[in-house]
């Protein structure tokens, strides 16, 4: 069926397209914290084990919810990680020890990078293809990752 929610068809496939970028960084992010709670060595190894595990489920969560906000305007959202590679602007590669503080920088400075991305998406979305729903998405999304990038810095 049809999805009819007053925003014009083009401006539907471009917002889908900047989800599935963002969707895709989302899902790299999730992918380094599982690897940084999988190998994280140190006195501290418990600790930030656990906290690893926090931050991942929420990441688990923000995913579920940028694919569904895709859905939400009529078009799919990615998922092969082919896909998820193709449209990061996150990267893969990372620093040679496995310490809590090299992680954490790590961690730190993807979310960093995704919150300068949103507030650049939300304005774009907004302005040029008015949809003011997913704009508030994104702008409770930039806090999220705003609060988490908070707590990595308070952990270095």
């Known amino acids: 069926m049809e999805t009819n929610i007053g925003i014009a068809d083009a401006s539907r496939l471009a917002v889908s397209i900047e989800l599935n970028k963002i969707l895709a960084d989302e899902t790299v992010l999730y992918l380094k914290t599982r690897n940084a709670h999988w190998n994280v060595e140190g006195a501290d190894f418990h600790e930030k084990h656990v906290f690893l595990e926090s931050q991942y489920?929420?990441?688990?969560?923000?995913?579920?919810?940028?694919?569904?906000?895709?859905?939400?305007?009529?078009?799919?959202?990615?998922?092969?990680?082919?896909?998820?590679?193709?449209?990061?602007?996150?990267?893969?590669?990372?620093?040679?020890?496995?310490?809590?503080?090299?992680?954490?920088?790590?961690?730190?400075?993807?979310?960093?990078?995704?919150?300068?991305?949103?507030?650049?998406?939300?304005?774009?979305?907004?302005?040029k293809y008015t949809d003011f729903g997913t704009t508030d998405f994104l702008t409770g999304l930039m806090e999220t990752h705003e609060k988490m990038a908070w707590i990595l810095r308070a952990h270095l």
């Open 57 to 127: 489920h929420k990441l688990e969560a923000i995913i579920d919810n940028v694919a569904e906000r895709v859905r939400f305007i009529g078009h799919y959202a990615s998922a092969t990680l082919k896909s998820m590679l193709q449209l990061t602007s996150l990267t893969e590669e990372r620093g040679e020890k496995n310490d809590s503080n090299g992680f954490m920088t790590e961690l730190l400075a993807d979310h960093e990078a995704i919150i300068i991305h949103l507030r650049e998406r939300i304005i774009v979305i907004g302005e």
